[in-house]
Antibody, heavy 119, light 108 residues
Framework: EVQLVQSGAEVKKPGESLKISCKGSGYSFTTYWIGWVRQMPGKGLEWMGIIYPGDSDTRYSPSFQGQVTISADKSISTAYLQWSSLKASDTAMYYC????????????WGKGTTVTVSS | SYELTQPPSVSVSPGQTARITCSGDALPKQYAYWYQQKPGQAPVLVIYKDSERPSGIPERFSGSSSGTTVTLTISGVQAEDEADYYCQSADSRATYGVFGGGTKLTVL
């Protein structure tokens, strides 16, 4: 079974750093893009960026460029989303999802990681 | 940056047809995709490449495209179809993806 397993919920303070993870299984991790999607409380989905674990090629939405870092460790089939200095406005649910090989749709989704940033 | 525009809400009675539109300048060049999201759940792909339906998605879900607008149609709406629906596509150069703002489908 193809699945993406995300790390657990996080509660952090403003200014702290954070790295959340997404582990793929049941398919060839290095040959599909992995994307990250933000959903702030009560709001819509926002496309953040994607990474191709095979060569670490990474693309960001202009809205998130410079705000987060997406990375991957293909040796353990895991993608990451990280912040160097969290803000309260980073409070959201973050989903990872597998992107189709040839098109931009996400066909397999993780269950999401809740990030709460509060002093 | 590139944007996709959806109506915030659509309401229909059970058995009727719901149509949800999504507009964007690059839609003639890039495919559109549709996701259904129910409260507390991850999104589920219901239409890909404008009009293709993934396996396991009921036939009442269909998609179409015309110029800068794509449409998700749900025929014979059922109570279980009440959810938020998001269109998604890519910018004209396929550099990054983008979601529409989402449409809340209410089944009266």
């Amino acid at each position: 079974e193809v699945q993406l397993v995300q790390s657990g919920a996080e509660v952090k303070k403003p200014g702290e750093s954070l790295k959340i993870s997404c582990k793929g299984s049941g398919y060839s991790f290095t040959t599909y893009w992995i994307g990250w999607v933000r959903q702030m409380p009560g709001k819509g989905l926002e496309w953040m960026g994607i990474i191709y674990p095979g060569d670490s090629d990474t693309r960001y939405s202009p809205s998130f460029q410079g705000q987060v870092t997406i990375s991957a460790d293909k040796s353990i089939s895991t993608a990451y989303l990280q912040w160097s200095s969290l803000k309260a406005s980073d409070t959201a649910m973050y989903y990872c999802a597998r992107r189709d090989l040839s098109n931009y749709y996400m066909d397999v989704w993780g269950k999401g990681t809740t990030v709460t940033v509060s002093s | 940056s590139y944007e996709l525009t959806q109506p915030p809400s659509v309401s229909v009675s059970p058995g009727q047809t719901a149509r949800i539109t999504c507009s964007g300048d690059a839609l003639p060049k890039q495919y559109a995709y549709w996701y259904q999201q129910k409260p507390g759940q991850a999104p589920v792909l219901v239409i890909y490449k404008d009009s293709e339906r993934p396996s396991g998605i009921p036939e009442r879900f269909s998609g179409s495209s015309s110029g800068t607008t794509v449409t998700l149609t749900i025929s014979g709406v059922q109570a279980e179809d009440e959810a938020d629906y998001y269109c998604q596509s890519a910018d004209s150069r396929a550099t990054y993806g983008v979601f529409g703002g989402g449409t809340k489908l209410t089944v009266l």
